[in-house]
């Protein structure tokens, strides 16, 4: 399995951007697809975005189209999750994720996660 650890989230205006970053060690990084979710306050797990282990296929949630880009460097063993536009109901813990094959939005499918970072947008 691959280790992941997430950072970048914080307090942030309506409007603003944020971008968080998710550094994978262990296993090869570059042969896994990687996902993004979040859990909102009384909310349950939700898909946020997803990017192929080459990076060349990304699929995103209705709700976070246009705003977020889901990138990786292969060369930095590093996934990022720029968030542009951001509005009160984005605040969540933001999970990243890997798994084989794929792109997926199912989150039973990822056999990897961080422990998250909490990303809190105010009105």
């Known amino acids: 399995q691959v280790q992941l650890v997430e950072s970048g989230g914080g307090l942030v205006q309506a409007g603003g951007s944020l971008r968080l970053s998710c550094a994978a060690s262990?296993?090869?990084?570059?042969?896994?697809?990687m996902g993004w979710f979040r859990q909102g306050p009384g909310k349950e797990r939700e898909f946020v975005a997803s990017?192929?282990?080459?990076?060349?296929?990304?699929d995103y949630a209705d709700s976070v189209k246009g705003r977020f880009t889901i990138s990786r460097d292969n060369a930095k063993n590093t996934l990022y999750l720029q968030m542009n536009s951001l509005k009160p109901e984005d605040t969540a813990v933001y999970y990243c994720?890997?798994?084989?094959?794929?792109?997926?939005?199912?989150?039973?499918?990822?056999?990897?996660w961080g422990q998250g970072t909490q990303v809190t947008v105010s009105s």
């Open positions: 990017i192929s282990w080459s990076g060349d296929h990304t």
């Open positions: 262990g296993r090869t990084f570059s042969s896994y697809a």
């Open positions: 994720a890997a798994k084989h094959g794929g792109i997926s939005r199912s989150e039973w499918l990822y056999d990897s």
